[in-house]
């Protein structure tokens, strides 16, 4: 089945809360960083502003800015509804109502937008997906997933989280995963099998807090390395 952007919920995370979903140091961020399904997130442009090097992979970027755009606008009010119906599976300290929720998000996905055709034109924004990504073994230092890996746990099966880890190990020297929690704000199923299949001689595994923490339980990522 082709892909289309009517099966999508466009979502963009902001530069701050990539930093804390995934524990970014300032050592990290001078890294060659690949982002996996970073979708409108505003990451990539504030990381280039700063100097950085990302690039984000996504099969959304095959799409014009316009069609981007109007599926945010399509979305925006429905999952606002959501966030407001399902209020206790959220932790409302650092964001603090959905209202305020909406204009960060609003705000990331309008940074994305105003750089996305040149970003696609500087090759920042390459449309692929997993679990077939489009780059050499170990182009970069760092690879980051968020709020797809695990949180589709009901959506995805175990043999795509599987093949897709490690195609992005293929790709990376190190990557981090976050959350670990599902949809329905429960560990996914899926961690410690994923443990299991990727500890060995060559990979080490952890599981790490974070400072960052909006769905309920939603504070650890899983961080995957080469000895």
């Not at 199923?189 to 974070?210: G, P």
Request: proline share 3%; net charge negative.
């Amino acid at each position: 089945m082709a892909f289309t952007l009517e099966r999508v919920v466009l979502w963009g995370r902001s530069f701050d809360e990539y930093i804390r979903m995934f524990d970014l140091k300032d050592n990290d961020l001078k890294k060659n960083i690949l982002g996996c399904g970073d979708g409108p997130a505003s990451f990539n442009c504030e990381m280039k502003k700063q100097g950085h090097n990302v690039i984000s992979c996504d099969p959304i970027y095959q799409f014009t800015k316009r069609h981007i755009e109007n599926r945010i606008n399509e979305t925006y009010d429905k999952i606002l509804e959501q966030a407001s119906q399902n209020k206790d599976d959220f932790i409302w300290d650092t964001i603090k109502s959905v209202d305020e929720l909406g204009r960060i998000r609003m705000s990331a996905m309008n940074n994305f937008l105003a750089d996305f055709d040149k970003g696609k034109k500087e090759g920042r924004y390459l449309a692929g997906e997993l679990p077939s990504l489009p780059f050499q073994d170990k182009e970069f230092d760092l690879a980051l997933s968020s709020h797809f890996l695990f949180l589709y746990t009901e959506q995805l099966s175990l043999s795509f989280h599987i093949e897709s880890i490690k195609e992005m190990c293929r790709v990376s020297k190190e990557i981090r995963i976050f959350p670990l929690v599902d949809l329905k704000v429960e560990k996914s199923r899926y961690v410690d099998i994923i443990i299991s299949e990727m500890k060995d001689d060559k990979y080490a595994v952890e599981i790490r807090k974070v400072p960052y923490e909006f769905q309920r339980g939603g504070n650890e990522m899983m961080w995957i390395y080469e000895k």
